[in-house]
């Protein structure tokens, strides 16, 4: 019965919320409207669009960095030529990113040169040769971490000693319920000017106490990290209703691995299960049960897929308000064209994050939008963390591991290196010895602050591919990968031969143009 209370909730959006309220608004401004409804009933109404004011001020009151504060270089950052207009260098880090610039403009100052010689140090005790460590890498000849336990927490105690901190304290653990020490990152990066450096663990809705899901409610606004989004996707009229809906076929005859990795996801603090009459009575109308889908993969797993829109009527209730930028082509090609124009060879490396999105976690008053359901259990399953399928979650990701990402190129100063962040893919150019120890101190330092590396899939060299380009640094070329190439020259022809093409196919096929123009 209390299902069938939620199903009657259906939101409307634009001018129908104006009508169905009564309210006193200009047609212009009610298109940014969204409202609830259960009947004829408002129970909730919002404002949501590009033209919405943002405070000046945080949640907690602190008055926010504006665009133009951090570790920024000297002068402009690089520029891109893309799409036939030149436009500012993108590394996928954020606008304060360090390696937007050149290594000669960026900032150089004391702690951290002191951290990258202290951490180098380390490395160098371990290893005696740092540089055949990162050969080995990039010949893919390590299929589990390179760097120790010991080793890691030594990297630890050294920046805790050089930023002043005593004794044991909560900087030495990884934050609860995800693998990061935010603590002790939270500290680097107000240490060394990082503008986003509260929302580690100092802000109310911090990672270490769980960020919000952002259902009817504004998300943060970041001017100093990030552009302002100002399109979002369109959603059809039914995506907003809510209503129960059985799982996808595609998770018939894998239900068995679907809950095996469930247990699993449980035991790692990922997931937790609930009877449907107790959720109903923490979330009601908060529940959200969302059909899963699920992909095969070729070792018999399966992935599951969890849909925010279909049924669970989330995404379209969400209003990102940060606009993300990931590297792209052109910025790939500018770092590679200021390589080749420095002496010695180059030299990269890639690195991929495991289930980064399920790797930073959630307030609990969220779980319930969060919500799906296994066949023949009665249980409710509930998502702690991240969850791909949900609008926010390359949102947090991306925020959480820029400033990762942004801390690790402090360290390495005006080193000749350039590192590039593609969702939860990192790859690096590097010119000479120098900028491979550079390479090896950012991942080194990754590492110790708790990034769940897929060491299997680091890789790199001379030649090697990355998020689906061909990266060639012998003579400084930039391709797309031969799979991504043939399936763009077959799905033409076949266009060509049927004079016809669904419209979803369009979308899929444009996001597969972009990497080759």
Not at 304 to 324: E, M, S
Request: hydrophobic share 40%; with cysteine; glycine share 10%.
């Amino acid at each position: 019965d209390g299902q069938e209370a939620v199903t009657e909730i259906k939101t409307l959006a634009g001018v129908a919320v104006a009508s169905a309220c009564g309210g006193p608004f200009k047609p212009g401004e009610a298109a940014g409207l969204r409202g609830s409804f259960r009947g004829q009933a408002c129970i909730g109404a919002w404002r949501v669009g590009p033209d919405e004011e943002t405070s000046e001020e945080d949640e907690d009151g602190y008055v926010k960095p504006r665009r133009g504060e951090g570790r920024l270089g000297r002068g402009s950052p690089m520029q891109s030529f893309h799409n036939g207009c030149e436009r500012p260098y993108v590394d996928g880090c954020g606008l304060c990113s360090p390696t937007r610039w050149l290594p000669a403009d960026r900032m150089l100052d004391t702690i951290p040169s002191r951290m990258r010689r202290s951490l180098f140090r380390l490395l160098k005790e371990y290893y005696k040769d740092p540089l055949r460590l990162a050969y080995e890498l990039a010949m893919g000849r390590h299929s589990v971490s390179p760097f120790p336990d010991e080793l890691l927490e030594k990297g630890r105690r050294t920046l805790k000693e050089i930023m002043g901190i005593k004794g044991v304290s909560e900087v030495d653990v990884p934050a609860e319920g995800q693998p990061f020490y935010l603590h002790l990152l939270s500290e680097l990066s107000r240490i060394l000017g990082d503008p986003d450096w509260r929302v580690l663990v100092k802000n109310k809705e911090s990672y270490a106490a769980g960020v919000p899901v952002g259902y009817k409610k504004r998300l943060p606004r970041t001017p100093a990290v990030f552009d302002r989004k100002a399109k979002w996707r369109s959603y059809d009229e039914d995506d907003f209703c809510l209503e129960l809906r059985e799982n996808y076929k595609s998770t018939r005859g894998v239900e068995g691995a679907l809950a095996k990795q469930f247990q699993e996801e449980k035991a790692l603090g990922m997931m937790c299960t609930m009877s449907q009459h107790d959720a109903k009575i923490e979330y009601g109308d908060l529940l959200r049960i969302a059909p899963l889908g699920a992909l095969v993969k070729t070792d018999g797993s399966a992935r599951p897929l969890h849909d925010g829109t279909h049924g669970a009527a989330v995404n379209p209730n969400l209003r990102i308000r940060d606009q993300i930028q990931m590297a792209g082509s052109s910025d790939l090609q500018r770092a590679i064209a200021e390589c080749e124009k420095m002496p010695g060879r180059t030299w990269g490396l890639k690195a991929d994050v495991s289930k980064a999105h399920r790797r930073y976690k959630h307030r609990r008053c969220d779980w319930g939008l969060m919500a799906c359901l296994l066949p023949d259990s009665d249980l409710i399953w509930l998502n702690m963390v991240g969850t791909f399928g949900l609008g926010c979650a390359s949102y947090w990701w991306g925020r959480l591991f820029g400033l990762v990402c942004r801390v690790a190129a402090s360290l390495s100063g005006r080193a000749p290196f350039f590192q590039m962040l593609f969702a939860d893919d990192v790859n690096w150019l590097a010119k000479g010895e120098e900028g491979i120890r550079s390479v090896l101190l950012s991942l080194f330092f990754m590492a110790l602050i708790g990034t769940p590396f897929s060491w299997s899939k680091v890789h790199g060299g001379f030649e090697y591919s990355w998020v689906g380009y061909e990266l060639a640094l012998e003579s400084h070329e930039l391709g797309i990968s031969a799979d991504r190439a043939a399936w763009l020259v077959n799905w033409i022809e076949k266009s060509l031969q049927q004079e016809a093409v669904l419209v979803r196919d369009v979308v899929a096929v444009i996001g597969r143009l972009s990497f080759a123009t």
